[in-house]
């Protein structure tokens, strides 16, 4: 079958390593990447909305500068090729989603980004926007402002925690490699994984034993590491080769790494790990509403308690007690000066532009 068809999969987020985008001479694979972009196309056609986590700007900055062992030869190296590529890695990717009708954007984000959590609903809700526009987040790691290592398969968990954020249904892992082996595939009768239901030891123990990346086993422990984050969040996860043309529309074989289910995961993060730092009560039509899966809107709010800030977890109880937990979009005193009013009153209260919700339903668990 296909990976995460459409009708499927309403939000997806596809990664990308630097060995499918850049040749060995550090030039990027411009016909296999139209491909890919035909493929995105083909998917927002049918309805479906496309992330791409993109690595690469470092494999072109490298040759650009005329940098040593691909750019990697220090920090400083890695660094300094990544903010040069960069340019490049994106201006390639606007011309060729630009040539199938598509607008492309940049985010660049390091995983402090979506760990943090005021930080991660700013990701969030960008992104949330540029997908409701039809637009695709072209989206790497932040690797010229790095503190340490850049190491390889940073951007396969990265992937993992952009699905969090952006609330999709599932990831394309693309590599060199069709999937996860129970031994390593150069090996004879090693043996393919199509499914696997649970990340356990003897799982993890097949991505100790290497992969066909050429780069070590770490290319599919990070792969698999990255499968963990996004099972938690109730994203499904797919390793699969990119090594053929049209990789997202054509059958080929690969391994899906199944998730827990989605609300449980979601229960878990927000009401299970996390100590609310405030409540937000609401009237009996804003309960109704949040049961009804909507998010939380000013005008249905009536009190705040406790001190909190926009990131925060709170509460929020109707007439009945508790209904939900979730990330609060405003701090507390914001959050108090626009109780119970309309979307079009909020700026002139505020003197800034004002946020849609002030808990949105993709940051939210119902108890």
């Not at 930080?119 to 072209?138: C, D, F, K």
């Not at 409540?279 to 909190?308: C, H, W």
Request: hydrophobic share 45%; glycine share 10%; proline share 4%.
């Amino acid at each position: 079958m296909k990976i995460f068809e459409p009708s499927t999969c309403p939000r997806l987020v596809v990664k990308i390593g630097s060995a499918l985008l850049v040749d060995p001479e550090g030039a990027i694979r411009r016909g296999w990447l139209e491909g890919i972009a035909a493929d995105i196309a083909a998917r927002v056609a049918a309805g479906q909305q496309v992330a791409v986590v993109s690595s690469g700007a470092i494999a072109l900055g490298a040759r650009r500068l005329k940098l040593a062992k691909g750019g990697r030869a220090s920090l400083e190296d890695a660094q300094a090729a990544a903010a040069t590529g960069q340019i490049a890695l994106s201006q390639v990717w606007a011309e060729v989603l630009g040539a199938n009708g598509l607008t492309a954007a940049q985010m660049l984000v390091t995983l402090d980004d979506l760990e943090d959590r005021r930080r991660y609903l700013n990701a969030a809700a960008t992104l949330g926007r540029l997908l409701s526009l039809s637009v695709v987040p072209i989206i790497n790691e932040n690797d010229s402002v790095a503190t340490a290592e850049i190491r390889f398969g940073d951007n396969d968990r990265l992937a993992a925690r952009v699905a969090q954020a952006a609330d999709a249904a599932g990831v394309v892992l693309l590599s060199d490699i069709d999937g996860l082996y129970d031994r390593n595939p150069a090996i004879p009768g090693a043996v393919h994984i199509p499914v696997v239901e649970r990340i356990d030891g003897r799982i993890e123990g097949m991505a100790d034993r290497g992969s066909a990346s050429g780069m070590g086993s770490g290319g599919m422990v990070s792969k698999i590491e990255a499968a963990r984050i996004a099972a938690a969040a109730g994203v499904s996860l797919a390793i699969a080769s990119g090594r053929i043309e049209r990789p997202l529309s054509t059958d080929a074989r690969h391994t899906i790494f199944l998730p827990e289910k989605r609300t449980r995961a979601r229960k878990a993060w927000l009401a299970g790990r996390l100590t609310a730092k405030g409540s937000i009560i609401v009237d009996a039509g804003a309960a109704k509403a949040l049961t009804e899966g909507r998010s939380l809107l000013a005008i249905g709010a009536t009190a705040i308690r406790g001190m909190f800030f926009r990131g925060d977890l709170v509460t929020i109880e109707g007439p009945n007690g508790p209904i939900a937990r979730g990330l609060s979009e405003y701090d507390a005193p914001d959050a108090q000066a626009i109780l119970g009013t309309r979307s079009e009153e909020q700026g002139e209260i505020l003197g800034y532009a004002p946020r849609s919700t002030l808990v949105h339903r993709n940051h939210m668990a119902l108890l």
